[in-house]
C-alpha cells in the first residue's frame, strides 16, 4: 500500500524507497533510512548495547506490561481524555463563514497535559525509570529545556528512591523557574549549564558528559526521540500510548479513525507517540510543527528541517541546524522545550519519504495560540504545544467539518504563566 | 587521489614509533587545537612540539559540541572558532607544518559532523594531501565503521581507535579489528583533563589490550604532569598529553585573550619537561 501523503517535499530530489510500512524501522544498527545510528564513544558503547539487550527483554516481559500499566493508571492518571473543543471549533467555523466559506474542522485535544507533572513527558520516563530499575542503576541523569522532562524525571526518582541529576541550560533556567523549584523540592540536583548557547543542547552535552564519567552507576533518561540508537525507539515505544489511546477514543466517539493529526516538535517525542500508531493508516493525513522562532528565514529559529540539513550529533545523525563548516548553531525558540538545532531522527526518515508533513509556528503565533486557547477552552497549553495550535487556527478554517483534527495538547502551561506575563505586560 | 607523501599516512606513524621503541622508551603524543586562539599562533605552538621533544602530534579539530572533552578542551575549541578557524584552515595549518617537517606525524583528533559535512571523500583526499597520517574521531565507533574508518583506510590515513576501561575482552577484536597506527586506551571514564588515573589500573589494561594487538597502545587522558608521563611511559609505547598543553596555551595569551610568540614558547616548556619523564622512565614491562 502507498500513503495519500504528498511526496517529498524536495521536489526533485529522488525520493527513497516507499517501504511497505512505515512503522517497521529501525533496522538493526538503529537507522531510519539514512538517519539514526550509534555515534556516541566508546565509552558508551557497551552501555548502549547492555540498555538495547534490556529493553529488548523488558519488551517481551508480560510482568514489565503489567507493572508499566498499572503505574500508567494509578500514577500518571491514564488513559488522558480525548477532548472535544467546541468552543475552539466554533471559532474557527465562524473565520471560515466570515471568509466565505462553509468549512471548519472538528477540533479534538488530546490532553497530555493532564498526566501527573502536567506532561507528556511522565509516559517515557516511567518506563525509562522502570528498565533503569531492572537494570540495577541507582542514579538517574536526565537534560531537560522547558523543565517538563526534568520534573517527571525528578517525579519518578522520588516515587522510587532514585539519586536525580537533571542538566539544564542557565537560559532555561532562568525562564524556566517554576519548573526548577520544582525539581529541588522533589529532591533532584538541578546543574546550570553553563557551555555553549545554554540551552537544551548543551544540556544534553554535559549529561553525555556526566553519564561518560559514571557509566557504571548511570541510567541516562533521555527525554525526547532522538540520541543514539535504542533511545529514539525506546521513547517512542514509550510515548505511543498516547497514539493507541487517541485511536480506540476517537472510535468511541467519531466511530471512525480522525482524518489528520498535528502535533509541536522539538526533538519530537510527543508527536512521535502520537503520529506513530497511524503511520500505515492512509486516510490520516500528519503534521509535525517546528518552531520557526522569528520566522525561518530570520536564522532565529529551531525549525532544523526547515532550515537545517542533515548532520550528527548527541548520537545521530538527523536534520541539525549549523553552519556551512558542520559547527552546530544556536535554535532559538520562545519556547525552552522546542530549542533545540535537531531532530528525532525518525521523524528526518518521516520527512525524506513524504510520510509527515512538517511546518512551522513563529513565536508570535504560538504566544497569540496561547491566549486563544486559554480565552475559549479554559486551557492554558503550554507554549510548546501552542505551535501546533497555531496552525490550526490557519489550517482548520480551510477543511470541511466533517474533517476530524487531533491535537497533541502536549503540556499545560503553568511552567510558561511568569514568561508569558513578563512578554504581555499589561496586554493579557 | 592525490598522495604526495609517499611515506605518510599510516607508514609514517609506524616509521617514528618503531624508531622511539627502537630507543627503548615511550613516544610522547601531544594534543594541542588547532587554531587556539589564532591561525598563526597555533602554527607557531605546532611547529614548537618536535623540537621540544613531542613525537607525535594530534591536533584537534574544533568543534562546537565536544561531547568527550573537559572545560579545557571545550574553551580552546571555542576560543578556535572565534578565531576563524574552519576545517580549510586546518588541513592548511598541517600543509603549512609539513613544508618544515616531513617525519613527525599528524593525527587529526575530533568529531564526525564537520568531517561529514566537508564530505567523507573530498575529507580523506585534502587530509592526505595536507600530510595528515591518521584520525581519531570520538563519536565514532566501530558499529559506525563504514562511516569514515573504512574509506580511511583505504585511503592510506591511519585509524587510531579509543579502547576504554568499558571495553570488555569480548569487545576488544571489535575495538581492534580496523585499527590502524596505534591503539589509543582512554584511562578513565570521563572526559579529558577530568581526573587522574589509577595508574595500577592503567598498566594492567595495557596488558590486557596488549593481549590482543601487536599494534602499539598509547596511554591518554589526565596524564598531565612529567611524573605522570614518566609512570605511563614505563607500561605504554606512548604517553598523550592534552588538556595540560590546552591550559599553557591558555595561560600564555595576554590579556586580550590573543597570542604571542611567548605562547608557542611556554607550550615547549612544557613539552620538554613530559619528553624527559617519557625518556626517564625506566620500561617495566616485557612490551
Known amino acids: 500500500m502507498t500513503a495519500n501523503t504528498k511526496l517529498s517535499s524536495a521536489g526533485s530530489a529522488p525520493v527513497p524507497d ?34 538495547e539487550r534490556a529493553y529488548g527483554e523488558a519488551r517481551a516481559d508480560p510482568a514489565f506490561k503489567a507493572e508499566m500499566d498499572g503505574h500508567l493508571a494509578s500514577y500518571v492518571g491514564r488513559p488522558s481524555p480525548l477532548y472535544y473543543a467546541e468552543r475552539l471549533t466554533e471559532h474557527l467555523r465562524r473565520q471560515a463563514a466570515d471568509a466565505g466559506g462553509s468549512g471548519g474542522a472538528k477540533i479534538y485535544l488530546k490532553r497530555e497535559e493532564l498526566n501527573h507533572t502536567g506532561s507528556h513527558k511522565v509516559n517515557n520516563v516511567l518506563g525509562q525509570i522502570m528498565l533503569a530499575r531492572r537494570m540495577g542503576k541507582k542514579r538517574i541523569i536526565a537534560e531537560t529545556g522547558a523543565g517538563q522532562h526534568g520534573v517527571a524525571t525528578a517525579t519518578l526518582c522520588a516515587r522510587f528512591g532514585l539519586d536525580c541529576v537533571i542538566y539544564m541550560g542557565a537560559v532555561d533556567v532562568e525562564r524556566q523557574m517554576p519548573n526548577v523549584f520544582r525539581m529541588r523540592m522533589l529532591g533532584a540536583e538541578v546543574v546550570p549549564v553553563q557551555s555553549g548557547s545554554r540551552t537544551l543542547k548543551d544540556a544534553m552535552n554535559d549529561a553525555l558528559r556526566d553519564w561518560v564519567t559514571n557509566v557504571d552507576t548511570t541510567f541516562y533518561c533521555i527525554g ?30 467519531e466511530g471512525r479513525l480522525p482524518d489528520s493529526l498535528i502535533a509541536c516538535i522539538g526533538g519530537g517525542s510527543n508527536a512521535m507517540g502520537l503520529f506513530h500508531p497511524f503511520l500505515d493508516e492512509a486516510s490520516v493525513k500528519i503534521y509535525g510543527v517546528e518552531a520557526a522562532g522569528h520566522g525561518v528565514a530570520s536564522g532565529a529559529h529551531a525549525a532544523s528541517i526547515a532550515g537545517g540539513r542533515p548532520g550528527v550529533l548527541h548520537g545521530n545523525r538527523t536534520y541539525l541546524l549549523m553552519d556551512g563548516d558542520g559547527q552546530i548553531t544556536e535554535a532559538h525558540s520562545i519556547s525552552a522545550g522546542l530549542d ?22 513563529t513565536d508570535e503565533e504560538a504566544l497569540a495560540a496561547f491566549q486563544l486557547l486559554t480565552r475559549l477552552e479554559g486551557i492554558i ?13 490557519e489550517v482548520a478554517p480551510q477543511l470541511p467539518r466533517e474533517h476530524l483534527m487531533v491535537v497533541n495538547l502536549s503540556g499545560r502551561g503553568d511552567k510558561d504563566v511568569p514568561q508569558v506575563a513578563d512578554i504581555l505586560g499589561g496586554r493579557a | 587521489m592525490s598522495a604526495p607523501h609517499k611515506s605518510g599516512g599510516v ?8 624508531a622511539c621503541q627502537a630507543e627503548g622508551r615511550a613516544a610522547l603524543i601531544t594534543f594541542v587545537t588547532a587554531g587556539d586562539p589564532d591561525f598563526d599562533t597555533s602554527l607557531a605552538v605546532v611547529e614548537a612540539l618536535p623540537g621540544a621533544g613531542a613525537d607525535l602530534i594530534e591536533l584537534g579539530m574544533p568543534f562546537t559540541d565536544p561531547m568527550a572533552d573537559g572545560p579545557a578542551i571545550q574553551a580552546a575549541g571555542l576560543r578556535a572558532l572565534a578565531g576563524g578557524q574552519t576545517m580549510v584552515r586546518t588541513l592548511e595549518l598541517v600543509a603549512r607544518f609539513r613544508t618544515r617537517d616531513t617525519a613527525t606525524p599528524i593525527i587529526l583528533m575530533g568529531y564526525y559532523n564537520p568531517i561529514y559535512i566537508y564530505g567523507v571523500e573530498r575529507f580523506l583526499g585534502d587530509a592526505r594531501a595536507a600530510g595528515v597520517d591518521g584520525l581519531i574521531v570520538v563519536d565514532l565507533p566501530p558499529e559506525e565503521d563504514a562511516e569514515l574508518c573504512l574509506p580511511a583506510l583505504e585511503a592510506g590515513l591511519a585509524f587510531i581507535r579509543l579502547a576504554t576501561p568499558t571495553t570488555d575482552d569480548a569487545r576488544l577484536p571489535a575495538v581492534l579489528a580496523n585499527t590502524a597506527g596505534f591503539v589509543y586506551y582512554v584511562s578513565i571514564t570521563g572526559i579529558t583533563g577530568s581526573a587522574t588515573p589509577d595508574f595500577g589500573k592503567v598498566t594492567a589494561a595495557v596488558q590486557r589490550i596488549k593481549g590482543h594487538t601487536r599494534l602499539p597502545v598509547a596511554v591518554g587522558f589526565g596524564v598531565r604532569t612529567a611524573a605522570h ?34 605562547t608557542a614558547e611556554g607550550v615547549a616548556a612544557l613539552v620538554r619537561e613530559l619528553a624527559a619523564g617519557v625518556r626517564g622512565a625506566a620500561k617495566s614491562d616485557a612490551a
Open chain 2, 229 to 262: 608521563a614518566a609512570t605511563v611511559a614505563a607500561c605504554a609505547d606512548g604517553v598523550v598529553v592534552g588538556t595540560a598543553l590546552v591550559e599553557r596555551v591558555k595561560a600564555a595569551l595576554d590579556a586580550e585573550g590573543c597570542g604571542s610568540a611567548a
Open chain 1, 381 to 393: 497549553p503550554a507554549l510548546e504545544p501552542a505551535h501546533a495550535i497555531a496552525r490550526v487556527v
Open chain 1, 340 to 361: 533545540y538545532p535537531g531532530i528525532g531522527p525518525e521523524h528526518a526518515w518521516l520527512n525524506d519519504v513524504g510520510r509527515v508533513t512538517y511546518l512551522s509556528a
Open chain 1, 18 to 51: 516507499r517501504p511497505n510500512s512505515f512503522r517497521s524501522g529501525p533496522d538493526e544498527r538503529g537507522r531510519f533510512g539514512l538517519y539514526g545510528g550509534r555515534f556516541v564513544a566508546e565509552t558508551l558503547m557497551p552501555l548502549i548495547l547492555e540498555l
Open chain 2, 11 to 18: 607508514a609514517r606513524i609506524d616509521a617514528r614509533l618503531a
Open chain 1, 224 to 253: 525526547t526521540v532522538a540520541g543514539p540508537h535504542p533511545y529514539p525507539t525506546i521513547v517512542r515505544d514509550f510515548q505511543s500510548i498516547i497514539g493507541h489511546e487517541t485511536r480506540a477514543q476517537m472510535l468511541e466517539a
